[in-house]
């Protein structure tokens, strides 16, 4: 009895605790969105107010992106942003760059979901994940506001940037204004084709490669040189360019040519098998290293100009930038088209937490970051003459300081690219030769469609496991096709494959009926 | 004497099986110690030799020019090695307080709440409120982030090692004698400072060694909780580097080229040398606990 009274007294202290916890919980966040509803209704007349004067409070806006960690003289370089922002927009910026990987998801993770106070973040299909924060409600809706408060910028991005950037027709970040196309092709190992004869101009397809590896293979075998480096995820198959709808992971596509909107299973279709036989071919050969499938280091043989050649993906002076990065000398090879897909549109974003308490200021810095050279040069470069020295009015070199202290490397991620300074070494036309690239992709027939996988999630995760059980083998040639694949399709159509694709084919049908 | 050696050989297993398993203790030993040796190794080896002749255990080119790079890649690393081992020495001796006191408390059976105040930290170790409500307490309730408590707070009482203590103290300190230095006058207290403390030495070593390595450790919780690079410990700088070179390596779409980035970041060699100073402190921490860690750990079982 005295147990069972103790029990009882013991529960509902616990239920009370938990009601208490509770009630503080929802009574905050209700508190919380009043007060964000009002502050927006409050900046809103006050903006409209600003128009002819400058009464705008003083702010500072928080700001998060991906890099290599914060750089040590970001405090010098942001107080000089910071004397150039307050006369303009009265704002001070504090950013923050934290490191690529766990380091940004987790950190970013848990300031969205936790509601946490901050205003600017970078976003996109492959970290802080663009499609599933936004629709969430993570970011704000930025359509309605673009006229007003950045009206360049939207100017500047076009209608092709922007419906691919649109989620639902809505546009929740800014996409940096960079190159906007992708295509695929072969980095060389220029002094081993030299050495050879190799004749380059005659590669056009993917099999024309073959005679050259046969080349290397038999001089440079012994050597150690790698005829043809392959790595999961960065293989061959990417040459076949399928747009693919959920992830790389995920089976399901339509042809990246944009013939027609049908989706297939990308990984059994014609094209994709003869791929996976000539790659078992060169495989055998020996043209690719045996543990092909299981390598992630891929990144010291070719430092060490053990290899001769790989697939990556390209885009105008692609090579003559890794051969700096490399210090070895790449020639680069096109195989596919550039081509604009919603993937090249989510690539680098910057979007506005709903949590924010000045969205208006932030969009304003936005623009900024978008229409100033000077602005978004201090944040890439930091400090003329401390940081780096101009040698004409578009090139610069970075001094000794610059190189230790403040070496982001993330022109792709700030803003507007084509404001940039250029390095020394990099060609001058760059940002021409990125505009012509950009004009001549063909647009993909889906651009701005994005597949909700809501409706299947438990499916796609066990695709995404079959796919990680055959694929490596497949695409680095390791397995026969002829007995590998079969089973592969057979996997996924247990795995609910069937479902998806016919989902898929729903929601690609539905999109492009809306745009008709 | 000789009743000595009478117990000593029905004690003792046959000479067969004593050799086999020393045999297989000196195997799994060495199993420990060869990567150990390995990154040690590398550290010291030339970048260059690597990509050529990969990881030896006695370098063919011997190099420092990784520690060198370690040293000047910053004040960064130093700091975060100060702070380390600062956090670990507050931290350890702060949790080792907190839980040493607590244990003590729910283990006096003449304390009439003591199975509520154990229900509630054993509680925690079945139940959790999940990630998104810890992070708020620590932010918005108790606002540590981004400051060093944040390293402290979270791990100050482990809910295990109150339990072990609680057992500690109920087999090691005899009700007894608690009773006669009440006798004495002596008051709480000093009860539990000249009586009982000394008396849970071993037991106190043991979870001390363990909050050590607890708090040098320690990565999540700047992973979760700090911003400021300022603020990053030894073990975070060193997860986040490796985490990056691992998501990068993975990562084929990212605009800037993932490979070119990776580039930048500490060659193989200068990742072992971090390796191999993130080790240092704490192999010199066991010498000092080994002392006590057998009797500690053997606690609960019948002793001759």
């Not at chain 1, 934290?98 to 901050?118: H, L």
């Not at chain 2, 060198?68 to 600062?86: E, M, N, P």
Request: with cysteine.
């Amino acid at each position: 009895m005295q147990k069972a009274k103790k029990l009882i007294g013991l529960a509902l202290v616990t239920c009370m605790a938990i009601t208490m916890v509770a009630g503080c919980g929802s009574d905050k966040t209700s508190a919380d969105t009043s007060v964000a509803a009002g502050s927006s209704v409050v900046a809103d007349s006050s903006a409209v107010a600003t128009d002819t004067t400058k009464a705008l409070d003083p702010v500072e806006l928080q700001w998060y992106v991906v890099g290599n960690g914060q750089p040590k003289e970001m405090d010098a370089v942001l107080v000089k942003v910071n004397e150039w922002l307050k006369p303009k927009i009265n704002a001070s910026l504090k950013l923050n760059v934290f490191t690529w990987g766990d380091d940004f998801e987790q950190k970013m993770g848990a300031k969205v979901q936790s509601g946490e106070k901050f205003d600017i973040t970078f976003t996109s299909n492959w970290a802080l994940n663009y499609q599933q924060n936004a629709p969430k409600g993570a970011f704000v809706d930025l359509t309605p506001m673009l006229d007003e408060f950045a009206p360049k910028t939207k100017a500047l991005l076009g209608d092709k940037a922007i419906k691919g950037a649109s989620i639902d027709g809505k546009l929740y970040a800014i996409p940096t204004n960079k190159e906007m196309a992708h295509n695929w092709g072969f980095l060389v190992n220029k002094v081993l084709a030299e050495k050879y004869k190799i004749d380059l101009t005659t590669i056009k397809k993917f099999e024309d490669l073959e005679p050259a590896l046969q080349i290397i293979k038999e001089k440079e075998g012994a050597n150690g040189v790698e005829s043809f480096q392959t790595i999961t995820g960065e293989s061959a198959y990417r040459l076949l360019d399928f747009e693919k709808l959920a992830d790389d992971n995920v089976a399901g596509a339509i042809y990246g040519d944009g013939r027609d909107t049908k989706v297939v299973n990308d990984f059994d279709t014609a094209e994709a098998k003869s791929m996976f036989t000539t790659l078992n071919k060169w495989y055998k050969a020996g043209y690719i290293r045996k543990d092909a499938d299981t390598i992630t280091d891929f990144s010291p043989p070719r430092k060490a100009g053990k290899v001769f050649s790989y697939v990556a993906s390209l885009k105008p002076g692609k090579g003559a930038e890794q051969t700096l990065s490399d210090g070895v000398e790449w020639t680069q090879i096109d195989i596919t088209p550039p081509r604009a897909t919603t993937r090249e549109m989510t690539g680098s974003m910057q979007a506005i937490s709903v949590t924010s308490e000045n969205k208006e200021r932030a969009l304003m810095f936005l623009e900024l970051m978008n229409t100033e050279p000077e602005l978004v040069n201090m944040v890439n470069y930091g400090i003329e003459g401390v940081h780096y020295k101009k040698l004409n009015p578009t090139t610069i070199e970075q001094t000794q300081l610059g190189k230790d202290g403040y070496n982001n490397g993330l022109q792709w991620l700030f803003a507007n690219q084509f404001n940039t300074y250029l390095f020394a070494s990099e060609d001058p036309e760059k940002w021409a030769k990125f505009k012509s690239y950009n004009d001549s992709s063909e647009v993909s027939p889906i651009i701005g469609f994005t597949f909700n996988t809501e409706s299947v999630k438990t499916k796609v995760a066990a695709m995404t496991n079959v796919k990680k059980q055959y694929f490596p083998g497949l695409e680095t040639g390791k397995a026969d096709p002829a007995t590998t694949l079969p089973k592969f399709t057979e996997k996924l159509n247990a795995a609910g494959m069937g479902d998806v694709l016919a989902e898929m084919q729903k929601q690609v049908d539905a999109f492009v009926a809306t745009k008709k | 004497m000789s009743q000595n050696e009478d117990v000593k050989s029905t004690n003792s297993i046959k000479p067969f099986w004593n050799g086999m398993f020393n045999l297989m203790f000196i195997i799994y030993s060495i199993a420990c110690i060869i990567p150990l040796l390995l990154v040690i190794g590398v550290s010291f080896t030339d970048e260059k030799t690597i990509t050529t002749d990969g990881y030896n255990f006695i370098p063919k080119v011997f190099s420092l020019e990784s520690y060198k790079w370690v040293f000047k890649s910053g004040d960064a690393i130093v700091r975060a090695y100060g702070l380390s081992i600062g956090i670990t020495i507050v931290g350890t001796l702060c949790s080792v307080a907190i839980i040493a006191m607590f244990a003590y408390v729910i283990s006096r059976k003449d304390f009439k709440y003591r199975n509520i105040f154990a229900f509630i930290v054993f509680f925690t170790m079945i139940l959790n409120g999940g990630l998104v409500p810890w992070y708020m307490v620590y932010t918005n309730f108790l606002h540590i982030n981004n400051t060093l408590l944040a390293y402290i707070i979270p791990n100050l009482a482990n809910a295990w090692y109150v339990m072990i203590m609680r057992t500690f103290y109920q087999t090691n300190v005899p009700d007894s004698i608690i009773e006669s230095s009440k006798i004495d006058g002596a008051g709480e207290f000093r009860t539990f400072i000249q009586i009982v403390l000394p008396l849970a030495k071993a037991g106190l070593a043991t979870i001390a060694l363990f909050q050590t390595l607890a708090f040098w450790n320690d990565w999540y919780l700047p992973l979760m909780l700090i911003d400021n690079s300022k603020l990053y410990n030894l073990q975070y700088i060193l997860y986040k580097t490796l985490n990056a070179i691992q998501y990068l390596a993975q990562a084929s779409n990212i605009t800037g080229g993932s490979a070119a980035i990776l580039a930048k970041l500490p060659s193989e060699t200068a990742r072992m040398a971090m390796c191999v100073l993130a080790i240092g402190p704490i192999i010199l921490a066991y010498p000092f606990f080994q002392k006590y860690f057998v009797k500690g750990l053997t606690v609960g079982a019948v002793k001759g």
